[in-house]
């Protein structure tokens, strides 16, 4: 079965760090570009970042860049979302997901273009 399951997500203060981790089961990730949504309640799914396959290329969100950094380890099969500097609205339910090329990094983050999701991990910001 291919599954993508997020893990990290939890209660942080303003200020505070995560750190999100995607692992991949069932295929190889490394095949895959990857990326990291959050939804919200009562908004619109949207893309942070994105990572090549090799990892050399990386878009974020203006409201992300600078605080959070996307990685991928394709030998562990497993991809990450440093979260720093955290903000009361990056409350959210956050998702990885795995988009097979042409697609490229800034399409699949901009319309949501993914194979593979997972099931969400939730990030709550909280004083």
């Known amino acids: 079965q291919l599954q993508l399951v997020e893990s990290g997500g939890g209660l942080v203060q303003p200020g505070g760090s995560l750190r999100l981790s995607c692992a991949a089961s069932?295929?190889?990730?490394?095949?895959?570009?990857i990326g990291w949504f959050r939804q919200a309640p009562g908004k619109e799914r949207e893309g942070i970042s994105c990572i090549s396959r090799s990892g050399r290329n990386t878009n974020y969100t203006d409201s992300v860049k600078g605080r959070f950094t996307i990685s991928r380890d394709n030998a562990k099969n497993t991809a990450y979302l440093q979260m720093n500097s955290l903000k009361l609205e990056d409350t959210a339910v956050y998702y990885c997901?795995?988009?097979?090329?042409?697609?490229?990094?800034?399409?699949?983050?901009?319309?949501?273009?993914?194979?593979?999701w997972g099931q969400g991990t939730q990030v709550t910001v909280s004083l």
């Open positions: 069932g295929f190889t990730l490394d095949y895959y570009l």
């Open positions: 997901a795995a988009a097979v090329p042409p697609t490229s990094i800034q399409a699949m983050c901009a319309h949501a273009r993914a194979d593979y």
